[in-house]
């Protein structure tokens, strides 16, 4: 039988988010969490920092030619052609609070803006989501002993749909009553919020999540897990990807609904 092409970038994957959920759990609820804000008046805690580096230090010392882009630090360009996107706490003001919705989000991205390997690592949730090109997408959660294929729900009209966000307020402002019209439209809306939302789709318990914001690194390693689940992943301006400052993600049914319904 041949190896999947990505299997040793997939393992280097799964063995930074091992060492990520080190300490990030070792930092999650400590007394002596160092928090610090941000520019953009959002905030960084110490374990943020010390994942990041961490991430470039392994990916230095194990893919010297490839690049890292973080949240915390300047990009670290390589040579090679093939990045890192890494988020190192997605959710950190969950995670300075003690709520244990929060991951770290890696993904390998290549030289033509195509993901190659994603996964998302939730400790404190005791689940991690992975997926590769062409290889599928997949789960480890809580009580089982072998990783679960997931793939996207089947439902195919918004009146049927769970919508799950981060934040009841759209941006750009003007076009709220749209967000506020889609919301009430749908079977069910929830703000599972930040990654979650977005794997939830992967998963088939959601079938939409909608961001007006996004930085690359949010979504870059989830992107592909709903992408390789059967959904669709793109900006609100419909363009495939997770590079377009915002996200929408869906079981691909609903996806042209959706985008119908936010844009003017």
């Known amino acids: 039988m041949t190896a999947h092409p990505l299997v040793d970038e997939l393992a280097l994957a799964m063995l930074i988010a091992d060492r990520a959920d ?8 400590a007394r002596d969490l160092v928090v610090e804000t941000k520019p953009d008046l959002t905030p960084v805690s110490d374990a943020d920092k010390a994942v990041e580096q961490m991430i470039r230090d392994l990916v230095g010392s194990e893919r010297p030619g490839h690049g890292v882009l973080g949240e915390e630090f300047p990009e670290l360009v390589g040579s090679s052609g093939l990045r890192w996107i890494v988020d190192p706490i997605d959710g950190t003001k969950n995670f300075v609070r003690g709520v244990p919705v929060w991951a770290t989000i890696l993904g390998l991205q290549d030289a033509a803006g195509r993901m190659l390997v994603g996964v998302v690592s939730a400790p404190a949730l005791g689940r991690r989501w992975w997926a590769t090109l062409g290889g599928g997408a997949w789960v480890r959660e809580p009580g089982s002993a072998a990783p679960r294929r997931i793939h996207v729900s ?15 307020q759209w941006v750009p402002s003007d076009l709220q009553p749209r967000w506020d019209a889609l919301r009430h439209q749908v079977w069910r809306n929830r703000a599972y919020g930040d990654f979650w939302s977005h794997l939830l789709v992967a998963e088939g318990a959601v079938d939409i999540a909608a961001e007006p914001e996004l930085n690359l690194y949010d979504v870059a390693g989830v992107a592909i897990v709903v992408t390789e689940a059967g959904g669709r992943f793109t900006g609100v301006n419909g363009v495939e990807g997770p590079a377009q400052g915002s996200g929408v993600a869906t079981n691909g049914l609903l996806h042209d609904a959706v985008l119908a319904a936010l844009r003017p």
């Open 22 to 29: 080190a300490i990030t759990m070792d930092r999650f609820n």
């Open 154 to 168: 089947q439902v195919a009209s918004l009146s049927d749909a769970s919508l799950s966000y981060s934040d009841t």
